[in-house]
C-alpha cells in the first residue's frame, strides 16, 4: 500500500530519518515526546520523574510521590511537511499501592491529497495516527521500581474508497493494534539511576484486509543517569541512554554468526545514542543541552532545551532541528503541573 499510495506521507514521515526501522509499522510510537527529554539528546529512561515517564519508562511512577501532568505541543518537522503537528499529554496519580499513570499521543500531517497513476487528484483527508496508554509503577524496594504499560494503536491513512479505487483492496487505509511496555528502574544510591525499557511489544499492524502485516517498532531502551550534585535547590544532572529497535533483531544475531564482526558493528551503528545534562538552579529555572546520534538515520547533532518552575506550574521548551539533514526548525512546547 506504501508503494503505490506514495501520498501517505505518515508512514514516509522523513525518507531518511528513521531508515534503520524501515521493516516496522507504526513508527509515530518512536518519535520521542517531553520539551525536558528532547532537551537532553531524547535521554530519559534512567530519569523518569515526571508524567512523561510513561512514555520512556513505567518503572519511574513507582518512585513519584505526586500528582503531574504534562501537555506538549510541537509543529513538528514544518520543513518537511507544514502541515505536521504532534500532540501529547500524559498524567500520574499516586494511589495505595504504587502510581497509576497514562497518555495519549497524537500526530497528523495535516491534509493530505491524493492523486492516482496520472496525477489526477482523486481526494483530500487528513491522515493520522495516535496511541492511548495506560501505565503502572511500584516501588519494591527503596532501590528497585517495576513499572508495566497497555496501549492501543490506531492509524488512519486513508479512506476506503480511496484504497479500493487505487488497490481494489476492500477494508483499508486504516490499522490497529495493542501493545505492552514492561520496565524496571533502579536506584544503587543518591547519585546512581538504571533505567532499562521494552516498549512496543504486541501483534503487527496491517492497512489492508488482505495485505501484508508490519510489526510494531519493538524497541529496548537503557540508560544511566549520574547526579553530579544535589544541593537543597540546586542540582546538576549528566545521563545518557542507548535505544535499539528490535525489528529484524534475529536476523542481526544470525549475521553475527555468520560474520561476528561485521553482525555486532552493524548492531552498533543501528543503536540510536543519546548524552544529556541537565542543570537546575534554585528548583526554578533549568538549562539543558544534549547529543543525539541515529548513524543509520542520519540523525545526528546537538540538541538544548529550558525551563522555569513557579511553584509547580512548569513550562519547558526543546529543540532538536540539529539532527536532521534538511532545513526545518522543531520546537517543543510542555506545559505541566505538579502537585
Not at 508512514?11 to 513508527?27: F, H, K, M, R
Request: charged share 15%.
Amino acid at each position: 500500500m506504501r508503494k503505490y499510495l506514495g501520498i501517505l506521507l505518515c508512514l514516509l514521515l522523513v525518507p531518511n530519518v528513521y531508515a534503520g526501522t524501515s521493516e516496522a509499522g507504526a513508527i509515530f510510537l518512536i518519535i520521542f515526546p517531553g520539551s525536558r527529554p528532547n532537551g537532553m539528546g531524547a535521554v530519559f529512561t534512567p530519569i523518569a520523574d515526571d508524567a512523561v515517564a510513561t512514555y520512556y519508562n513505567d518503572a519511574g511512577l513507582g518512585f513519584q510521590t505526586k500528582k503531574d501532568v504534562s501537555l506538549m505541543h510541537a509543529n513538528w518537522l514544518p520543513g518537511l511537511y507544514p502541515g505536521m503537528y504532534y500532540e501529547f499529554l500524559s498524567y500520574v496519580h499516586p494511589i495505595a499501592d504504587g502510581v497509576l499513570g497514562g497518555h495519549i499521543l497524537y500526530i497528523t500531517t495535516g491534509e493530505t491529497v491524493g492523486t492516482d497513476e496520472n496525477g489526477i487528484e482523486i481526494g483530500r483527508w487528513t491522515t493520522w495516527d495516535a496511541a492511548i496508554k495506560m501505565s503502572y509503577g511500584t516501588k519494591i524496594n527503596k532501590k528497585l521500581s517495576l513499572g508495566i504499560g497497555a496501549k492501543f494503536i490506531y492509524s488512519f491513512l486513508a479512506p476506503g474508497d480511496i484504497v479500493w479505487r487505487i488497490l481494489h483492496e476492500p477494508g483499508g487505509g486504516k490499522g490497529s493494534s495493542w501493545a505492552i511496555d514492561a520496565a524496571t528502574l533502579y536506584v544503587p544510591n543518591k547519585r546512581l539511576q538504571i533505567g532499562l525499557s521494552l516498549q512496543n511489544m504486541g501483534p503487527n499492524i496491517s492497512y489492508i484486509e488482505q495485505g501484508k502485516s508490519d510489526p510494531l517498532p519493538w524497541t529496548l531502551r537503557f540508560g544511566l543517569a549520574w547526579h553530579v550534585f544535589q544541593q537543597a535547590e540546586n542540582r546538576f544532572t549528566i545521563a545518557g541512554e542507548l535505544t535499539k529497535i528490535v525489528v529484524g533483531f534475529l536476523g542481526d544475531i544470525q549475521d553475527m554468526q555468520e560474520d561476528f564482526k561485521k553482525g555486532l558493528t552493524y548492531i552498533y551503528h543501528d543503536t540510536w545514542k543519546g548524552l544529556g545534562a541537565e542543570y537546575v538552579l534554585a528548583n526554578m529555572f533549568s538549562v539543558r543541552a544534549g547529543y543525539f546520534c541515529d548513524e543509520i538515520g542520519q540523525r545526528e547533532g546537538i540538541t538544548y532545551g529550558g525551563g522555569i518552575n513557579l511553584k509547580g506550574l512548569k513550562f519547558d521548551i526543546g529543540i532538536d532541528a540539529a539532527l536532521y539533514d534538511f532545513k526545518t526548525s522543531n520546537y517543543r512546547f510542555s506545559l505541566g503541573y505538579s502537585f
